[in-house]
């Protein structure tokens, strides 16, 4: 009998001991309160404040509720960034949600998560160079394929097509989803427009766009730009600013991307032409799902892989939804994005209700 009791708790052992090395083959803290850090790159971009934060960090406690985040913005410094990457496991991180202000160069922080047995996940930008646990992001080469399409799209209807020549405002070179949707997008246009001007944009900055549209206009001449290609909202706000600056009656097509609220409004009354949608809510949320089930030592399996180089990383690809002045109603308001409240301020009311936003 003795022996019989001896064997089987050497069996329960091995159990528990196989159990807690599940995915990472590391002892997390299995089925209770990991901590979690999230490190944002900045926030001239409404969308992280306002959406991806409060998004994974509400997943989070209702995953669970006594799960820890460390919340982190790095407001597009790279030093502070590592600064705060360090931080993170200073004080006790379990998982680490990481999306790089410049994901080329990270590897280095990543491989000293490794070295404490710390998984990491990446977050929006795939980091290159070296392995790690996830990846959570959209399709970033459709989004800029999409953005092409339309911008495409909206100068045939105007018949502009082969008028003039367009500006192309990519987003910052330090930022791989940037790379992604400039390659989408010349995989619309090119040979179907003429690219007068093409900027790869510091930090997404709209004040850098706004003097990049500003300079192309002066080079070719007001007339000779008949649309522009704004890989974001934010730059697209800096290219309307120069616009009408310069004196356009009718501002030319014009793309975005985040679903930013003054990008709908802008939309909306025909200054700019569409943005992409992003669904954050399924973005931040899967995020938390893997980050809560890392820390307590499980390791979902992903639907995909991403190679970045290094390794092929278990991936999570959303779609992203091309939105304009046809279906802001039945997408970002029927979402919840917005109310149609939140849309519909006094010089947009007008243009709401031309669109049946109500």
Known sequence: MRRILIVAAAVAALALATGCSSGTGTNRKVGGTPTIALLLPESKTTRYEAFDRPLFEAKVAQLCAGCKVLYFNADQDAAKQQNQFEAALTQGADVIVFDAVNADAV????????QKKIPVIAYDRLISGVGYDYYVSFDNVKVGRVQGEALLAELARRGTLDKGQILMLNGAPTDPSAGDYKKGAHQALDGKVRIGR??????????????????????????????VYSANDGMASGAVAALQRAGYSTLPPLTGQDGELAAVQRILT???TMTIYLNYRAQAEKAAELAVALGRGDKPAAPATTNNGAADIPSYLL??????????????????????????TPDVAAACASAGVK
Do not use: M, R
């Open 107 to 114: 590897a280095p922080q990543v491989h000293s998560a490794q």
């Open 198 to 227: 093409e900027f790869d944009t510091p930090d997404w900055s709209p004040d850098k766009a706004q003097q990049e549209t500003e300079q192309t206009i002066t080079a070719l001449g007001k007339d000779a730009v008949v649309g």
């Open 319 to 344: 779609d992203a939804i091309a939105v304009n002045k046809d279906n802001v109603a039945s997408t970002i308001v029927k979402d919840g994005l917005y109310k149609a409240a939140e849309i519909c």
């Open 270 to 272: 025909g200054q700019q």
